[in-house]
């Protein structure tokens, strides 16, 4: 089964900062690596798809990009609704989760 | 738009059996593969099975293979999980999911509000 190491599990910023979430595949899995959002008793929501393709009705300083086995997850500028916890996703794996919360 | 409304959760005994439900509206459901995902109190997410726009393919995890089933009426619009022989790390909030397109790439694009099952004696 291929594993899905997320980093950092949690991180503290200001709004306004740049964030940078990974992924790392335990082999090589394409582009096939899907971003979510979930706040506190909320449903995710789907961010990025396909490793750099922005949902529709998603912000524009949201952004996914791969290298090799390597997914990066960027919020270009943090705002206040952006606090919660982040989670990358192939086929039926999902990373452990990263939580940002504020600095 | 889309919605996806879960019910029948709820607390059980463990060995018990107990099916969950989700009504599909604002789109073709027969024409999309669906999935249950769930996350257990203060943890990630797992996904849980997924069954074919029509019906033909189901695939589960391998923590609830053999358990649970994964169903569909498509008449209904309706998407159950039969979960049978339940476990107290089955404890969590269950989410059915539509894929994001006609094709099954387990991309979620559309979550329901989650419905909470408990095991416990």
Redesign the interface.
Known sequence: DIQMTQSPSSLSASVGDRVTITCQASQDISN?L?W?Q?KPGK????LI??SSNL?TGVPSRFSGSASGAVFTFTISSLQPEDFATY?C?????????TKVEIK | QVQLVESGGGVVQPGRSLRLSCAASGFTFSSYAMHW?RQAPGK????VAVIWYDGTNE?Y?DSVKGRFTISRDNSKNTLYLQMNSLRGEDTAVY?CARE?GSVV?????Y????ALVTVSS
Not at chain 1, 43 to 46: D, G, N, Q, R, V
Not at chain 2, 111 to 114: E, F, I, T, V
């Open positions: 096939s899907n979510y979930q449903a995710p929501k789907l798809y396909d949902e989670y996703q192939r086929h039926g794996t999902f990373g452990g989760g | 995902v990630g997410l797992e996904w695939y995890a989410y994001a790439t387990h991309c979620f694009g979550w329901g509000q989650g």
